[in-house]
């Protein structure tokens, strides 16, 4: 019997000690955490190539998810690229660090536009990465948008090919917005109107998807979809009968930033990266890759013109006196979540 | 001279302690839990997360899990028994091959070949292409419920040839050829030798299809376009948006219990108790 015993402890030791060893490389590695298609890859090989370190990189599709994974910290991730709203939700439980400036000189190209922003007044923790907003891509000879209007994404005309966001924020934000409401709201009546609103919408619905929606509108299958801008430019430059209408009740303004959470063990090297992708060169590289926004005062004078004269990408300024920036609700997000599951189970 | 063979068993011991009791009692934990339990110091027991479920939206959603993984199975039977029963009949140079055949998609990833059903299926896919190049009209295939049923019964069909087929090449010969000189025709030779036979088969089969079946969440995803929650839709959900471990934890317990029952059922039904052609 003790023989028996000693034996699984040792092969329990060995397999423990295959499983933890891998860690006593000697080179350090950076554990990154951002969007599904939200960067130039060939940027972590530079990087990599650059300071000698290893780059570990991982993706989410929605910041609800991104919050679970950075939360439940089976990986110690040392940055992270997600949504102001989250953002917001995170300092104020104490998940993110301050950053050292000191190590991050290139902040001084971000536009001030997009410093002293309500999730983080002070400037302390988050660096700007690109912004955007939402709307609707549509199909030009399929879908009239003279109404310019969330109403769009109802009319029964287009039944069974109309795309929603697998998103519960951004989704809720149109049907808040239609009805006339904040995409903010914390008042349980004006959400469950949009609860009814999106049920009302479901018969109607293609798929309900995250990241996917362009290729399907690229290959015509579907007339309409609610899409983030930039997935909106990298559309339509593949396929000329799309374009992209901001509804006139009003629209999401949305900055992603980058942060560095808690949980992280190496924060200088965390912050290289994120001066590595402040550089002009950087930024202009993901600007081909992500077709967002950007925030950075440089690169956009050497954007090109078309880019340029696209509203998607150059959004216009009085569309954005009307868009909204979301907000942390505090603990009725878990309302939102509640009623987004119940309209996605009915 | 003791015998020490057993000792290779260990490992698989271990690895069975490791990977399968461990994170299974780690799931009983969470489901009888609440959220608000962090460490041995703060835990609290509640059955709180078992009653949230007992709440129509939940339940509907597990019937229609249960009702679509049900016709999945019906279907892969009805297809997969044939199917067996000819392989197992084939020449055996061809039999190989045709085995073969059967197991060569498994090869590929699973989720790769769903996305290829999205190619096939969508609205300008190549099913609907070749539709309107006839002049017939075109059909909406792709995000539907029978998309669903469709990318289960593709995936899954496999897991019930295998089994049958299993069975079936075991068959005495004997024993048939005993039928033919009784007089017994093809019918009653079928009707009450083949199949009680190959019941045990089936029965793996049908176990082997309806488990992925009513729990994947992939499939439903890509080829329902989210619309029809499954309960694997749910958990997953639960864990990986809503954050709530605890009673995505509890659905899977439930999940679990009903599994082992439709399992225990089937049991009942298998006549062969040597073990034959079942899985385990």
């Known amino acids: 019997m003790k023989r028996k015993l000693i034996l699984i402890a040792a092969v329990l030791c060995i397999v423990l000690i295959a499983l933890t060893g891998c860690s006593k490389d000697q080179t350090q590695t950076l554990s990154i955490l951002n969007y599904d298609i939200y960067m130039d890859k060939s940027l972590l090989n530079e990087f990599e190539l650059k300071y000698g370190v290893k780059i570990k990189y991982d993706t989410y599709s929605t910041p609800e998810e991104m919050y679970i994974k950075a939360k439940a910290g089976a990986s110690n991730y040392d940055l992270i690229i997600s949504s102001e709203y989250m953002i917001e939700r995170m300092i104020n439980e104490g998940m993110i660090n301050k950053l050292n400036f000191d190590n991050i000189p290139n902040y001084k190209y971000i536009d001030e536009t997009f410093k002293n922003q309500p999730y983080d007044p002070n400037n302390e923790y988050a660096v700007p990465y690109f912004w955007g907003t939402l709307g609707i891509l549509y199909n030009k000879n399929n879908v009239d948008a003279s109404s310019d209007s969330w109403a769009m994404l109802w009319d029964e005309n287009h039944s069974q090919r109309i795309i929603m966001m697998d998103s519960q924020r951004d989704s809720f934000g149109a049907a808040l917005k239609l009805l006339g409401y904040s995409m903010n709201t914390v008042d349980e009546k004006e959400l469950d109107e949009a609860k009814e609103l999106l049920i009302k919408q479901r018969p109607l619905i293609m798929t309900y998807i995250t990241d996917g929606a362009p290729d399907i509108m690229v290959n015509e299958e579907a007339d309409m979809a609610l899409v983030w801008s930039g997935e909106a430019v990298s559309a339509m430059a593949e396929n000329e009968n799309l374009d992209f209408v901001i509804p006139k009740e009003g629209s999401n303004i949305w900055i992603d930033a980058m942060f560095i959470p808690a949980t992280t063990k190496n924060q200088e090297l965390a912050e290289k990266f994120i001066d590595f992708l402040c550089t002009t060169e950087a930024t202009l590289r993901n600007i081909d890759e992500v077709w967002y926004s950007t925030v950075h005062t440089e690169a956009i004078n050497e954007v090109d013109e078309e880019l340029l004269n696209n509203p998607a990408f150059n959004i216009p300024e009085e569309d954005i006196e009307k868009m909204e920036m979301f907000r942390d609700p505090k603990e009725f997000i878990d309302l939102y979540t509640e009623r987004w599951t119940e309209m996605t189970a009915e | ?280």
């Not at chain 2, 709180?48 to 339940?59: G, Q, R, S």
């Not at chain 2, 392989?87 to 039999?95: D, M, Q, T, V, Y």
């Not at chain 2, 469709?150 to 048939?176: E, Q, R, W």
């Not at chain 2, 030779?189 to 199949?195: E, P, S, T, Y």
Request: proline share 4%.
């Open chain 2, 1 to 280: 001279m003791k015998d020490r063979t057993k000792y290779f068993a260990y490992p698989y011991v271990l690895w069975i302690i490791i990977f399968i009791v461990f994170p299974s009692f780690l799931v009983l934990l969470y489901s009888m839990t609440t959220k608000e339990s962090n460490g041995l110091t703060t835990i609290q027991f509640t059955l709180e997360n078992f009653k949230k479920f007992f709440n129509p939206l939940y339940i509907n959603i597990l019937w229609d899990s249960i009702y679509l993984a049900a016709i999945s199975t019906v279907i892969c039977l009805l297809l997969g028994y044939p199917a067996a029963y000819i392989i197992s009949k084939a020449h055996l140079s061809k039999r190989n091959t045709l085995l073969f055949l059967c197991i060569l998609p498994m090869w590929m990833n699973m989720l790769l070949r769903t996305y290829a059903w999205m190619t096939i299926l969508g609205n300008n896919g190549i099913i609907n292409n070749l539709l309107s190049f006839l002049g017939l009209p075109t059909f909406n295939m792709l995000y539907t419920r029978g998309a669903t049923v469709m990318g289960m019964v593709y995936n899954f069909l496999p897991f019930m040839i295998l089994p049958v087929y299993t069975a079936l090449s075991k068959m005495d010969i004997g024993i048939l050829e005993a039928a033919d000189d009784l007089g017994a025709n093809k019918y009653v030779k079928f009707r009450k030798i083949i199949l009680p036979l190959s019941m045990p088969g089936v029965i793996s089969g049908i176990i082997m299809v309806f488990m992925p079946a009513v729990s994947t969440f992939i499939i439903p995803q890509l080829l329902g376009g989210n619309k029809n929650m499954m309960i694997g839709n749910l958990i997953e959900k639960l864990f990986i948006l809503n954050g709530d471990w605890n009673f995505g934890s509890s659905i899977s317990i439930i999940m679990m219990i009903i599994i082992l029952i439709a399992m225990s059922i089937m049991n009942k039904f298998d006549v062969d108790k040597e073990g034959g052609a079942r899985l385990w």
